[in-house]
């Protein structure tokens, strides 16, 4: 005969206020096979979680069932508790009647009953639960960060300095990111190149780091603890061994008039070039595209003039296999671009706004390199059209961010504070000129961050106008901004010398695609979506995967470099020991029953599912059966429901399991 321990928790008042805890406890101590039943106010509690050992061991239980909140919120907690009292922790279970109860129901007697059921089922449940035992995998102590923007860089140098290795991977051709394209940084206006600069050096330098630029991440396959990542280094056509980084090719290219996308196209380099003085590796690229060798065969300058014979026009792509045990996703973001809808994109273009067509309305990373000392005016304010000073300059914030009706409902959290910044490097630069900004409303949730918007409008004289909008226009050579001013209830209308638009920040292109390959879940803005916003922010519901920085939403660069060591944090204490315990939910193949349609293995998010060949003693085929290793099995379940033959069941949820479940409803 069972004995089962029932646990209901009040949670303060989130259940209790629609739920008659006591009932339920009362109704419960009358259901077979349940020797104790007791409610509290905080189960989660030390007090809470004592009271249930206690009962354990007078009570001699042989399960338990804690009637509370959701169980990925505490269900590893309670599970701790059973198997501090002696108990197998997978004897304990949860019974949700908070989330599926109280905080869908007003009606307290309605309530009451339904969490009653919801008890009692899984009462029921814990009467057919196995003594299940953890799994042990092994685990490669070696991490793998993509994104070499300040995130992946933060989160790689955690990581090395623990004396752990890691491959570091960046699809451009250096590291950097857009930290790398700034001037300055908010609040505290120092020098972006001067905080990012030795990073990247020391990421360089790094015994423990192994940089792959111009990189892409081919697969993923493998599981916590035991990745295997297949990467693809793109070919540069040139030789990084050999390579001095003196810069002589790209000097003598006689090709030099392609526009820059790292100073948002208002410079020009070569055909063979490294995106900006301070790159890490100084080894230039070719830009096969534009280069006049790959498009016609002549022309070959740079091989001539190369001393070390680094310029290789035969190189090719290399795909190259690195083992891992967790992995961090620093990704970053872009910037969106308000022009014509892009296809197939669901997002609407702002075409009124004139990007791409009025020459001098840019976004806001375009005034940043206007604005560097690297830049491509050297840190002076000029206009791309004529490159005059620009006199009155317009900035326009929420251009894109929180706008359901095109696409864009999110804030780009940044865009405020960056917007103020601005102003402030615009008039420590053009002191006679004026900045105007347009804004729906100020946010600056950050340390110092009110008394830096502050500043820009009473110390810098920027003028703050809280309105829309509505239109811009090409008129002579200035640009004609019509808006409105919601407090004084008037049309505004001002001629602009230049005018920058806060664009909204989204996920990086491609960012679904390498979702799909890493097996993680992602929302319908292409941003990575964390285990639990609260419990787990840097955690993916994928094992092993870690979040860092813009790619999981929009992000400031304290709160990027505070994510970025928090998932260091967490793959040091993966890599702290030599072997990871998981939780045995997984999915087993019953072989005499299996019939090899391997149904299972189609479905398999995870990849879990193998083939395997039953032989004779002799070493003779018998047949083949579908085989799921433990190690890969993620416990979803979708193998069993596929089943046709039956004979799949999920430890933790075997179909005797689930009919008591029913049963007992």
């Given at each position: 005969?069972?004995?089962?321990?029932v646990?209901?928790?009040?949670?303060?008042e989130?259940?209790?206020?629609?739920?008659?805890?006591?009932?339920?406890?009362?109704e419960?101590?009358?259901?077979?096979?349940?020797?104790?039943?007791?409610?509290?106010?905080?189960?989660?509690?030390?007090?809470?979680?004592?009271?249930?050992?206690?009962?354990?061991a007078?009570?001699?239980?042989?399960?338990?069932?804690?009637?509370?909140?959701?169980?990925?919120?505490?269900?590893?907690?309670?599970?701790?508790a059973?198997?501090?009292?002696?108990?197998n922790?997978?004897?304990?279970?949860?019974?949700?009647?908070?989330?599926?109860?109280?905080?869908?129901?007003?009606?307290?007697?309605?309530?009451t009953?339904?969490?009653?059921?919801?008890?009692?089922m899984?009462?029921?449940?814990?009467?057919?639960?196995?003594?299940?035992?953890?799994?042990?995998?092994?685990v490669?102590k070696?991490a793998?960060?993509?994104?070499?923007?300040?995130?992946?860089?933060?989160?790689?140098?955690?990581?090395?300095?623990?004396?752990?290795?890691?491959?570091?991977?960046?699809?451009?051709?250096?590291?950097?990111?857009?930290?790398?394209?700034?001037?300055?940084?908010f609040?505290?206006?120092?020098?972006?190149?001067?905080?990012?600069?030795?990073?990247?050096?020391?990421?360089?330098?790094?015994?423990?780091?192994?940089?792959h630029?111009?990189?892409?991440?081919?697969?993923?396959?493998?599981?916590?603890?035991?990745?295997?990542?297949?990467?693809?280094?793109?070919?540069?056509?040139v030789?990084?061994?050999?390579?001095?980084?003196?810069?002589?090719?790209?000097?003598?290219?006689?090709q030099?008039?392609?526009?820059?996308?790292?100073?948002?196209?208002?410079?020009?380099?070569?055909?063979?070039?490294a995106?900006?003085p301070?790159?890490?590796?100084?080894?230039?690229?070719?830009?096969?595209?534009?280069c006049?060798?790959?498009?016609?065969?002549?022309?070959?300058?740079?091989?001539k003039?190369?001393?070390?014979?680094?310029?290789?026009?035969?190189?090719?792509?290399?795909?190259?296999?690195?083992?891992?045990?967790?992995i961090?996703?620093?990704?970053?973001?872009?910037?969106?671009?308000?022009?014509?809808?892009?296809?197939?994109?669901?997002?609407?273009?702002?075409?009124?706004?004139?990007?791409?067509t009025?020459?001098?309305?840019?976004?806001?990373?375009?005034?940043?390199?206007?604005?560097?000392?690297?830049?491509?005016?050297?840190?002076?304010?000029?206009?791309?059209?004529?490159?005059?000073?620009?006199?009155?300059?317009?900035?326009?914030?929420?251009?894109?961010?929180?706008?359901?009706?095109?696409g864009?409902?999110?804030?780009?959290?940044?865009?405020?504070?960056?917007?103020?910044?601005?102003?402030m490097?615009?008039?420590?630069?053009?002191?006679?000129?004026?900045?105007?900004?347009?804004?729906?409303?100020?946010?600056?949730?950050?340390?110092?961050?009110?008394?830096?918007?502050?500043?820009?409008?009473e110390?810098?004289?920027?003028?703050?106008?809280?309105?829309?909008?509505?239109?811009?226009?090409?008129?002579?050579?200035?640009?004609?901004?019509?808006?409105?001013?919601?407090?004084?209830?008037?049309?505004?209308?001002i001629?602009?010398?230049?005018?920058?638009?806060?664009?909204?920040?989204?996920?990086?292109?491609?960012?679904?695609?390498?979702?799909?390959?890493l097996?993680?879940?992602?929302?319908?803005?292409?941003?990575?979506?964390?285990?639990?916003?609260?419990l787990?922010?840097?955690?993916?519901?994928?094992?092993?995967?870690?979040?860092?920085?813009?790619?999981?939403?929009?992000?400031?660069?304290?709160?990027?470099?505070?994510?970025?060591?928090?998932?260091?944090?967490?793959?040091?204490?993966?890599?702290?020991?030599?072997?990871?315990?998981?939780?045995?939910?997984?999915?087993k193949?019953?072989?005499?029953?299996?019939?090899?349609?391997?149904?299972?293995k189609?479905?398999?998010?995870?990849?879990?599912?193998?083939?395997?060949?039953?032989?004779?003693?002799?070493?003779?085929?018998?047949?083949?059966?579908?085989?799921?290793?433990?190690?890969?099995?993620?416990?979803?379940?979708?193998?069993?429901?596929?089943?046709?033959?039956?004979?799949?069941?999920?430890?933790?949820?075997?179909?005797?399991?689930?009919?008591?479940?029913?049963?007992?409803?």
């Amino acid at each position: 005969m069972s004995r089962i321990g029932v646990f209901v928790c009040h949670c303060g008042e989130n259940i209790s206020r629609t739920v008659d805890v006591e009932r339920v406890a009362g109704e419960l101590a009358k259901v077979p096979g349940v020797a104790f039943a007791t409610d509290y106010k905080y189960m989660c509690s030390d007090p809470g979680q004592g009271l249930l050992k206690k009962a354990v061991a007078e009570h001699r239980l042989d399960g338990v069932v804690v009637a509370a909140c959701s169980p990925r919120m505490h269900e590893k907690t309670f599970r701790t508790a059973a198997k501090a009292a002696g108990l197998n922790p997978f004897l304990c279970e949860m019974a949700n009647i908070r989330e599926h109860c109280s905080w869908v129901h007003e009606d307290r007697d309605e309530a009451t009953a339904k969490a009653i059921s919801i008890v009692e089922m899984m009462v029921a449940r814990v009467k057919k639960d196995r003594r299940l035992v953890p799994i042990t995998v092994p685990v490669t102590k070696r991490a793998l960060v993509i994104g070499g923007g300040i995130a992946g860089i933060q989160a790689a140098l955690d990581i090395a300095d623990a004396d752990h290795k890691v491959v570091l991977v960046e699809r451009e051709p250096s590291i950097g990111g857009h930290m790398a394209q700034l001037s300055e940084t908010f609040p505290t206006l120092d020098c972006s190149q001067c905080i990012m600069t030795p990073k990247m050096v020391d990421v360089a330098n790094h015994p423990n780091i192994t940089l792959h630029t111009y990189s892409e991440i081919e697969s993923v396959d493998g599981y916590i603890g035991n990745f295997q990542v297949t990467i693809r280094k793109k070919a540069r056509s040139v030789d990084e061994s050999t390579c001095t980084g003196c810069g002589v090719c790209m000097a003598k290219c006689p090709q030099k008039k392609i526009p820059n996308s790292f100073d948002k196209n208002l410079g020009m380099r070569p055909a063979i070039y490294a995106p900006f003085p301070q790159a890490v590796p100084n080894t230039p690229v070719i830009d096969r595209e534009n280069c006049t060798y790959f498009k016609s065969g002549k022309c070959g300058v740079c091989a001539k003039v190369c001393g070390p014979r680094a310029v290789d026009y035969e190189q090719q792509d290399q795909l190259i296999v690195e083992p891992a045990g967790a992995i961090v996703v620093a990704t970053g973001f872009s910037l969106y671009d308000i022009g014509p809808k892009p296809a197939g994109s669901p997002i609407e273009g702002y075409g009124e706004f004139g990007y791409g067509t009025i020459p001098d309305v840019i976004d806001g990373l375009t005034f940043e390199r206007l604005a560097s000392a690297s830049g491509p005016t050297g840190g002076k304010i000029v206009r791309p059209s004529d490159g005059k000073e620009p006199k009155q300059v317009v900035f326009v914030q929420c251009v894109g961010s929180r706008a359901r009706e095109k696409g864009i409902s999110y804030c780009s959290k940044i865009c405020c504070m960056y917007t103020a910044k601005h102003t402030m490097l615009y008039k420590h630069k053009v002191h006679d000129g004026q900045a105007y900004v347009f804004f729906m409303d100020a946010r600056t949730p950050g340390k110092n961050y009110d008394e830096f918007w502050r500043r820009a409008i009473e110390e810098e004289e920027a003028v703050y106008i809280r309105g829309m909008v509505s239109r811009l226009y090409q008129k002579g050579d200035k640009v004609v901004v019509m808006g409105s001013d919601v407090h004084v209830g008037v049309q505004v209308e001002i001629e602009a010398d230049l005018v920058v638009l806060a664009t909204a920040v989204q996920a990086r292109e491609g960012a679904d695609s390498l979702a799909q390959k890493l097996g993680i879940s992602y929302d319908n803005y292409n941003f990575y979506s964390e285990a639990h916003a609260k419990l787990k922010p840097v955690e993916c519901a994928t094992a092993g995967v870690y979040l860092a920085g813009a790619c999981q939403g929009p992000k400031d660069i304290p709160d990027t470099v505070s994510q970025a060591s928090a998932a260091a944090a967490k793959v040091m204490t993966l890599f702290a020991r030599d072997e990871l315990e998981r939780e045995p939910i997984v999915a087993k193949v019953d072989e005499r029953r299996c019939v090899a349609c391997l149904y299972c293995k189609k479905v398999c998010p995870y990849g879990a599912v193998e083939e395997k060949e039953i032989r004779d003693r002799q070493g003779n085929l018998i047949r083949v059966v579908a085989y799921v290793n433990p190690g890969v099995c993620g416990g979803c379940g979708t193998c069993q429901a596929t089943c046709p033959s039956k004979s799949v069941e999920l430890d933790g949820y075997t179909d005797e399991q689930i009919m008591a479940m029913i049963e007992a409803l």
